[in-house]
């Protein structure tokens, strides 16, 4: 019985398969494409379905099914969809981020298309895709971080943005005076805390210091650490953050922005629709970068890059490359990306830059004053098993700041046995 | 203290009852009271910070349709359903089988293999899940609510032989007896005189058995993902994360979603309390 | 009756074996797949250093090694611990209630059905509504503290209450299950005994204690079993409400191997099927207690 249902659809898939490839551009695609993706938030999710309409009705033989993942969920599900019925298309981040799957041979080596010019405007980014000289995905957005403040309450209190430490904890100072805490943030999911940190760490000791303990080069216990996490301290001990933040996610932790229990936020940029769609209007919010601490040291700069890419085990490959080229072709970067969409950046140099306060303050602020460098993100840049151990003892400073040189000692521990 | 019935005792003391009775359920229902009281709250409520006054506004069928209209939900309710279903089915012709061979006939190793299934029955999910995983990823199962009801299957066999074979036990033998001096075929001695008996045990287990497997959460996460096969235990997370921060619509999702086997409890408690509370007397 | 003159056939001769054992077949059959043998294939696989996809690495013993110095076992073996303990009190908490609600006024079984229905609820959802009542500041228990003037606390969010905070929320349940069997239970209790021990004095705690109780022990034993298995299963609650945090303080065995076999940056199956052995071990000695006493209830039920 099977076989005969099977044999006319081998038949029937193979002709197509052939046509699909004499046309060249993709068209005439057929099959099943599927995707998982993570892009859950309510805006992302958005795109993501609209995106797969529009692939869909470019290439009506496909049928495509889109299984959107939770967030959070999907850090540790994705091995598991990676190894067991492994889809066409999956999200993912860049970086060191990507080495589990690409030592374990589960994502699929995707460098032909880049050398054959599959990826036209990308060239800047193809570094953060790279493993072993090898390419491994493509991106399809990436944001600034920084802080993003209440202006009409800095203004009340008649603070400005500041440009050095010693200002930012001045102004910190006059909103914890006024009952109110300088910085919300939400660090159940850990990643949140790893922001701090590295911009703590690279204002600190530098880009290249900070990259170096990415690559397990310094000890945890090394003095330089001891100092980021002295300047951390000095917030944390003058109540600058939201209490309880253990407890919450980094969305739970928006009303304290919004109400303005809360005046600033240190976060990637897709945090604005978020802003915006709590009603906070363009005139209360304003953005500034991470303030130096120490003169005259080079900025550097976390810019995270989100991803996709085609699961080894894909069984629709030509639609799944085909999905690749269409997601990171100019003209889709400039729609998803704009502030309509994912309010981030396009990845395409030809991709046009929406006109938005922040996507331009954003865009501005990594193309001239990043000159320390651009760092991924501490869970992207950290080896992952490293990374996670770490925003554990991340969290717990943050709460029990007395902690520090157990956590140090266990996060040495963990650095010696992961390098190895 | 227990004894005493409340009719002997004074009036006072009545009346002190009466009143505790109804007290003592809002107490002990409070959380869940919580939980629904938020689910018929606007989110502007929330965002006020009026999380325990009055509802600004009734919003109950608002927030119950965007959980059936616009999220994954019905998917997900009806996915559970799809396994719950054949799940109980099946466990529960098979347990009536292996009831029946245990509790009728004595041959060697009766006693072991009864010991065996309810061993197994005890046994921590997680010595199983790594061989379980990867028998249904070998045998393409992973993903799908065949491979996750095969394995509730032979899992709930383990209780559920237990429970039957205990009840076939306490069957008068004599009828059984009676048919075999008749001449009557075995299997139709378990067809036409022990399976008509069994009926309460059948319901009492098929509801039990619908509980649990409706309920279930750990193999749901470990063998399947994604909406496709996804009971609605695994979906609630990721409803939850659609709604992140949303009370009012993670609220009236949870309840939905807990709302099957609390129905079938209330429509078929007698049979439900009877089978959980087998071996409770002697 | 000589074989000579015995003309039935060999089914027929043998038929009070050949039916059982067929109709033991499918069960068995399924029972063995998926429970029996993958016990002791993991116990294997637990020797081995294995991702999941790979050829496995034999390495003997080397897993039980890195769990005696892994600081995230002894956590959770330690809220092992203080889960079966704690669990238990559902037990008393459960004879209590039934105690209370075992009157015939008007409505009573509507309140005995109300106070069993949290039982049949998913722990999914029981974990949902019980971080929802723990929120800090906002949550129902902060409302409450508040209002009476008290400090609010972050039950949650605290590695020192994290724990406790979430077996009370295994205990709503569980106990409502304690409760169903002991009213039951009482609902056999021989009146003539109870009316003996009143003429012997007997009243209150004593009456409890010396004729009650003891007419309620197949009733306590089963909750007793329930109780345990649940004690070491807890899994979903822990997933739900903290998914092992904050810092890892609320880690059980049960979650910290779903952990490490299914991690994100690598599945180590062999070193979580080593924890599950362990776990497993741990229930061994309660199934064995159960297996003995029920053997001793069969061999009783014989003679």
């Known amino acids: ?420 | 203290m227990f004894p005493t019935p409340i009719q002997k005792r004074s009036r006072a003391t009545q009346i002190t009852y009466q009143t505790l009775l109804p007290l003592a359920l809002i107490m002990w229902l409070l959380p869940l009271l919580a939980v629904m009281l938020f689910s018929i709250r606007p989110l502007s409520d929330f965002t006020n910070g009026n999380y325990w006054g009055i509802p600004s506004s009734f919003d109950l069928f608002a927030n119950y349709g965007r959980v059936f209209f616009e999220s994954d939900m019905p998917r997900y309710l009806l996915n559970s359903v799809f396994i719950t279903v054949p799940t109980v089915i099946g466990a529960v012709a098979l347990s009536c089988m292996t009831g029946f061979a245990l509790g009728i006939y004595r041959f060697r190793g009766n006693l072991l293999i009864f010991f065996m299934f309810i061993a197994g029955n005890f046994v921590p999910f997680q010595i199983l899940m790594v061989p379980v995983r990867d028998l249904t990823v070998s045998t393409g199962l992973y993903d799908t609510k065949t491979g996750l009801v095969l394995f509730h299957i032979a899992f709930q066999t383990g209780f559920c032989t237990l429970f039957m074979r205990n009840f076939i036990r306490a069957l008068p033998y004599e009828l059984i007896e009676a048919a075999r001096v008749e001449g009557v075929a075995e299997w139709r001695i378990f067809w036409y005189v022990v399976l008509p008996l069994m009926r309460p045990a059948i319901a009492a287990l098929s509801v039990l058995v619908f509980t649990f497997i409706w309920n279930d959460y750990f193999w749901a996460i470990v063998l399947t993902q994604g909406p496709g096969a996804q009971p609605v235990t695994a979906g609630i997370t990721s409803f939850n994360s659609q709604f992140v921060a949303q009370y009012h619509l993670m609220s009236a999702g949870s309840i939905v979603a807990a709302i099957p086997p609390v129905a079938m409890f209330f429509a078929m408690q007698r049979h439900f309390i009877a089978g959980l509370t087998l071996g409770a007397v002697k | 009756m000589t074989p000579a003159t015995d003309t039935r056939s060999w089914l027929q001769k043998n038929r009070m074996t050949v039916t059982p054992l067929l109709f033991l077949l499918p069960g068995l059959l399924f029972f063995v797949v998926y429970v029996i043998s993958p016990i002791f294939q993991s116990f294997n696989i637990s020797l081995y250093d294995w991702d999941g996809l790979g050829e496995a690495t034999y390495i003997g013993l080397d897993n039980y090694r890195e769990l005696v110095d892994d600081r995230a076992f002894e956590t959770s073996l330690w809220n092992n611990l203080k889960w079966l303990a704690l669990y238990l009190l559902a037990i008393p908490a459960g004879l209590f209630i039934a105690l209370f609600l075992n009157q015939t006024v008007t409505g009573i079984r509507l309140y005995k059905s109300l106070f069993f229905f949290p039982f049949v609820l998913s722990q999914v959802v029981v974990g949902l509504v019980f971080s929802w009542f723990y929120l800090p500041r906002v949550g129902l228990l902060n409302a409450v503290l508040t209002f009476f003037g008290l400090d609010s606390i972050n039950v949650l969010g605290d590695p020192d209450l994290a724990t406790y905070g979430i077996i009370a929320a295994g205990l709503w349940p569980q106990t409502a299950y304690c409760m169903i069997l002991y009213l039951t239970g009482l609902n056999a209790v021989d009146p003539e005994q109870i009316e003996a021990g009143r003429l012997d004095g007997a009243k209150g705690w004593k009456m409890l204690w010396h004729v009650v109780l003891p007419q309620l022990k197949p009733a306590t034993f089963i909750a007793f079993v329930v109780t345990i298995i649940g004690a070491l299963r807890s899994f979903d609650l822990i997933s739900i409400m903290t998914n092992g945090g904050p810092f890892g303080s609320t880690r059980v065995l049960s979650f910290m191997m779903f952990e490490q076999a299914l991690s994100e940056y690598g599945f180590r199956m062999g070193y979580g099927s080593a924890i599950a052995v362990v776990l497993f071990l741990i229930m061994l000695v309660f199934i064995g207690y159960f297996l003995w006493q029920m053997w001793r209830d069969e061999r009783a039920a014989r003679h």
């Open chain 1, 1 to 420: 019985m099977r076989s005969i249902i099977k044999t006319p659809l081998a038949v029937l898939a193979a002709t197509t398969m052939l046509s699909g490839m004499a046309m060249a551009d993709g068209h005439g695609l057929t099959g099943d494409l599927r995707i998982f993706s993570d892009m859950s938030n309510p805006a992302p999710r958005a795109i993501m379905e609209g995106l797969v309409e529009e692939f869909g009705e470019l290439h009506p033989g496909l049928e495509i099914e889109l299984t959107v993942v939770d967030r959070e969920a999907w850090k540790t599900q994705i091995r598991n969809a990676l190894t067991a019925n492994p889809p066409d298309v999956v999200n993912w981040y860049a970086a060191n981020r990507m080495g589990p799957y690409v030592d374990a041979g589960l994502f699929m080596d995707i460098t032909d298309m880049w050398d054959a010019g599959d990826f036209a405007g990308l060239e800047s980014v193809r570094g953060a895709m790279t493993i072993d000289d090898r390419q491994w995905g493509v991106p399809y957005t990436y944001y600034q971080w920084g802080i993003y403040y209440r202006e009409d309450i800095f203004n009340e209190l008649g603070l400005s943005e500041p440009t050095t430490f010693e200002e930012e904890i001045a102004n910190c100072q006059v909103i914890v005076d006024s009952g109110r805490s300088c910085y919300t943030i939400g660090s159940r999911y850990l990643w949140t805390a790893g922001g701090w940190f590295d911009y703590l760490n690279m204002r600190t000791n530098g880009f290249d210091f900070h990259m170096e303990l990415a690559r397990g080069e310094v000890a945890w216990t090394d003095e330089r650490v001891r100092e980021t996490f002295a300047n951390w301290r000095r917030l944390i001990d003058m109540g600058a953050f939201i209490d309880d933040h253990q407890t919450y996610s980094w969305q739970e932790a928006l009303p304290f922005f919004v109400n303005g229990e809360a005046t600033a936020y240190l976060m990637g940029n897709f945090v604005v629709p978020h802003l915006r769609e709590a009603g906070l209007s363009d005139d209360q919010i304003d953005f500034y970068q991470f303030p130096a601490i120490v003169e005259g040291m080079p900025m550097g700069e976390d810019a995270p890059t989100d991803t996709f890419h085609i699961p080894s085990g894909a069984q629709n490959v030509a639609a799944a490359q085909e999905f690749l080229r269409f997601v990171t072709s100019a003209d889709v970067q400039a729609r998803i990306n704009g502030p309509d969409g994912l309010g981030q950046l396009p990845v395409n140099a030809n991709a046009e830059v929406a006109d938005d306060e922040f996507i331009q303050q954003g865009f501005e602020m990594l193309s001239q004053n990043a000159t320390g460098g651009i760092a991924q993100f501490f869970d992207r840049d950290w080896p992952a098993e490293m990374a996670s151990i770490g925003m554990e003892g991340l969290q717990e400073f943050m709460v029990f700041p007395d902690n520090l040189d157990d956590i140090l000692e266990r996060l040495e521990d963990a650095r010696q046995r992961i390098y190895e």
